[in-house]
């Protein structure tokens, strides 16, 4: 089996049972997955191959609250700034997300 760069996920997210997915991802010096490529999806219990898709650059405080809710599994009346606290739980201290970074979104496919 060839060997794919990995893309870890810090739990079992139920967006993973999906085919298609996507993730936002805060790039601070490691090189983005590029559009085609394929991925060996890795989480705590799971792990899979999947194909990138599309990858889109945005400002934090650009995504729409929806994709953060979809995202971060987010509940009703959690608050943008609720969502991104969540997101920045998942980075060091020194890499917490702020609105005016910017994220790269990928869209990837199950294989």
């Not at 990138?52 to 609250?65: A, E, H, N, T, Y």
Request: without cysteine.
């Amino acid at each position: 089996m060839p060997r794919f760069r990995q893309m870890q996920f810090s739990k079992d997210w139920e967006k993973l049972n999906d085919r298609f997915f996507a993730t936002i991802r805060v790039h601070r010096g490691e090189l983005k997955y590029s559009p085609d490529e394929k991925v060996e999806v890795i989480s705590p219990k799971k792990k899979f191959i999947a194909h990138v898709l599309l990858q889109r650059d945005w400002k934090l405080g650009d995504v729409p609250m929806g994709f953060l809710l979809y995202d971060l599994e987010g509940k009703k009346g959690e608050s943008r700034q609720d969502l991104i606290n969540k997101l920045g739980k998942l980075y060091k201290f020194s890499e917490q997300p702020r609105e005016s970074d910017t994220v790269t979104i990928y869209f990837l496919e199950r294989v």
